[in-house]
């Protein structure tokens, strides 16, 4: 028997993947995954559709998003899981991201003109939330910059001249956005925090569960994460953070949960979804 795997951690064109929702679902099918949360940046856009097309192929899917927050001046991404799609609190979040999306693209915009790069938001192409890579991919195509890594190193990454932060919204106040959706709050790619006093802080937060597998963690660097997970008693969730052609170096399904996990989220997806 093939063992269940479910990818916990992936991006539609709703944000800054490349595959359509349709198309993402299918690809989860294909390579042989049993299970599957879309965790677009700041919108659940993806779901009506994606659900319907998970349910027609039997592909056990949950919610899921991947919030941006602010602890003390430092950019934390936050999943949130199994909530009620319904839920006014989580709607309105991701209503509150948009608006904010919107000032700090063109902020960003602005900033680049400044720089002899000027785009216009008419050449920004996506069909959900807009982010840095929409803009860095607008670089590249007017020929600014080569690649999307460079546009990132020289402008758009955290501290170069074209930076603007997007989220004011705290982690405290996205975790209880989820809770209040019934939703689990988790923390994503905790490796990613580079100082330990903000790891420490968060860690001391109403948090659920740390996302202990990764892209392509190699069990050295899932063990930490694991060990803090279960002293905390919290959900070790996982995903591969795949954006499609964005980062093809990144397949769906490199890392995953197993059917423990899945199963827990998946009831209490299910208990808000009948209710
Ligand atoms: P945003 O939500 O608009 O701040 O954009 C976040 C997205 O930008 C993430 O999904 C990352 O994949 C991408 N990103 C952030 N930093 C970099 C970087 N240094 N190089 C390439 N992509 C990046
Ligand atoms: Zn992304
Ligand atoms: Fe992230
Ligand atoms: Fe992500």
Redesign the pocket.
């Known amino acids: 028997m093939n063992e269940f795997r479910a990818d916990l951690h992936c991006h539609s064109t709703c944000s800054?993947g490349t595959l359509t929702p349709e198309e993402l679902v299918r690809h989860a099918k294909e390579i042989g995954l049993a299970g599957l949360s879309i965790t677009d940046?700041d919108t659940i856009a993806t779901y009506p559709l994606a659900l319907l097309v998970a349910k027609e192929i039997d592909l056990e899917m949950i919610s899921g998003v991947e919030f941006?927050a602010v602890h003390k001046n430092t950019s934390i991404h936050i999943l949130g899981y199994a909530f009620d799609l319904k839920s006014p609190a989580i709607h309105s979040l991701c209503e509150r991201h948009r608006h904010r999306r919107e000032e700090r693209n063109q902020a960003i915009l602005e900033r680049l003109a400044e720089h002899r790069m000027p785009i216009s938001e008419e050449e920004l192409e996506s069909e959900g939330t807009v982010?840095?890579?929409h803009i860095a991919q607008a670089m590249v195509k007017k020929g600014y910059v080569k690649t999307?890594?460079e546009a990132?190193?020289r402008f758009l990454?955290e501290g170069k001249p074209c930076h603007v932060r997007?989220s004011h919204v705290t982690v405290e106040e996205t975790i209880d956005v989820i809770h209040q959706g019934k939703g689990f709050a988790v923390i994503a790619h905790p490796h990613l925090m580079h100082n330990q006093k903000t790891l420490r802080e968060l860690l001391e937060m109403n948090f659920d569960g740390i996302e202990c597998f990764y892209g392509k963690f190699t069990p050295q660097d899932e063990q930490k994460w694991v060990d803090i997970a279960e002293k905390k008693g919290w959900l070790m969730t996982g995903g591969s953070d795949f954006?499609g052609e964005l980062k093809p170096h990144i397949p769906l399904g490199c890392s995953w949960v197993g059917q423990e996990t899945f199963q827990l989220l998946k009831s209490r997806f299910y208990e808000n979804e009948m209710s």
Do not use: A, T, Y
């Open positions: 800054d940046h941006s982010g840095r890579p999307l890594v990132f190193k990454g997007i954006h």
